[in-house]
């Protein structure tokens, strides 16, 4: 499996901006579809946004218009910039991978903290 590590979380005001990195271990080129899930403290873990080795992306809708997802297939990289950010988008945020699109997500990094002041 491929080794996922996320940096870029932090501190940050409502209103403010994050960006979010996602290194792999290898090519990320061959996963049929990257993903950055988040997890709030208390609260199941939820799928923030996807990108698709065909470069189509899915937001989920608490985010769509704020959030982008990109991925850089040469840096083995991806990204989440977030924008417009509100407290309610304070969680742990993790990177992950599938092999296949029928596939579970099989490759997960350590998370990264992003808080969200108000």
């Known amino acids: 499996q491929v080794q996922l590590a996320e940096s870029g979380g932090g501190l940050v005001q409502a209103g403010g901006s994050l960006r979010l990195s996602c290194v792999a271990s290898?090519?990320?080129?061959?996963?049929?579809?990257m993903g950055w899930h988040r997890q709030a403290a208390g609260k199941q873990r939820e799928l923030v946004a996807v990108?698709?080795?065909?470069?189509?992306?899915t937001y989920a809708g608490s985010v769509k218009g704020r959030f982008t997802i990109s991925r850089d297939n040469a840096k083995n990289m991806v990204y989440l910039q977030m924008n417009s950010l509100k407290p309610e988008d304070t969680a742990v945020y993790y990177c992950?991978?599938?092999?296949?699109?029928?596939?579970?997500?099989?490759?997960w990094g350590q998370g990264t903290q992003v808080t969200v002041s108000s």
């Open positions: 992950a991978a599938k092999p296949l699109l029928v596939s579970p997500w099989g490759s």
């Open positions: 290898r090519s990320i080129f061959s996963s049929a579809a």
């Open positions: 990108i698709r080795s065909d470069d189509s992306t």
